[in-house]
């Protein structure tokens, strides 16, 4: 059984077009999150959200929109992609602050 | 602003070599801490994590991490590595009071060699 699945697995597109990552769950966790790997492998948090409220915001551009449409889905919008968006972008979920479970993430490459 | 910082950015060992990965935060309130592993091309996989008790913890694979409050580490260890032990390392560590906002070190990329 798939615990965090992310989709598509790898996303190839143009600068300024739209496109959007989508995240599920099926552990009942409450809190979701966006991670962006760059490629030297660094990780950061981008979004959090417990029961589809926004908890963390970590001054990530507006192009950036994340949407949870219910707990067990959180959804990655991006507008306007630049050639620095290109990463590898990981979803996680963890019940509160206990133990957080990774996704198999999602290439974006901006062309 | 708390940081992370894991002392090695590459290790490159042979098998049966024992290993040892430093990592030191910066918070001085509680946390919780964590070591995950990224096998190349895959997703983060915890290995251990630490929340309180017995400041020694055993995770999966052999691999085992000392809490050392008074030094601000978390070090990893492993007495004999194989070669599907290549991968990168990930330290990480969430301040009990910060909703699971999980802060990562730069990782550290170790290679076994056969």
């Known amino acids: 059984d798939t615990a965090v699945s992310q989709t598509p697995k790898y996303l190839v597109t143009q600068m300024g077009n739209d496109k959007s990552i989508k995240c599920e769950q099926n552990l009942g966790h409450d809190t979701m999150y966006w991670y962006k790997q760059d490629s030297k492998k660094f990780l950061k948090i981008m979004f959090s959200y417990n029961n589809k409220e926004l908890i963390i915001n970590e001054t990530v551009p507006n192009r950036f929109s994340p949407k949870s449409p219910d707990k067990a889905h959180l959804n990655l919008h991006i507008n306007s992609l630049e050639l620095g968006d290109s990463a590898v972008y990981f979803c996680?979920?963890?019940?509160?602050?206990?133990?957080?479970?990774f996704g198999p993430g999602t290439r974006l490459t901006v062309l | 602003a708390q940081s992370v910082s894991q002392h090695n950015h590459h290790v490159i060992l042979s098998e049966a070599a024992s290993l040892e990965l430093g990592c030191n935060y910066s918070?001085?309130?509680?946390?919780?801490l964590f070591w995950y592993v990224q096998y190349p091309g895959q997703h983060l996989q915890l290995l251990l994590k630490?929340?309180?008790?017995?400041?020694l913890v055993k995770g999966i694979k052999g691999f085992e991490a000392e809490f050392i409050k008074s030094k601000f580490s978390f070090n990893l260890r492993k007495p004999s590595v194989q070669w599907s032990d290549t991968a990168e390392y990930f330290c990480?560590?969430?301040?009990?009071?910060?909703?699971?906002?999980?802060?990562f070190g730069a990782g550290t990329q170790v290679v076994v060699t056969p």
């Open positions: 990480a560590v969430i301040r009990t009071d910060s909703w699971g906002k999980l802060q």
């Open positions: 996680a979920s963890s019940p509160n602050t206990d133990t957080q479970y």
């Open positions: 630490y929340f309180s008790g017995d400041p």
């Open positions: 918070y001085g309130g509680t946390v919780n």
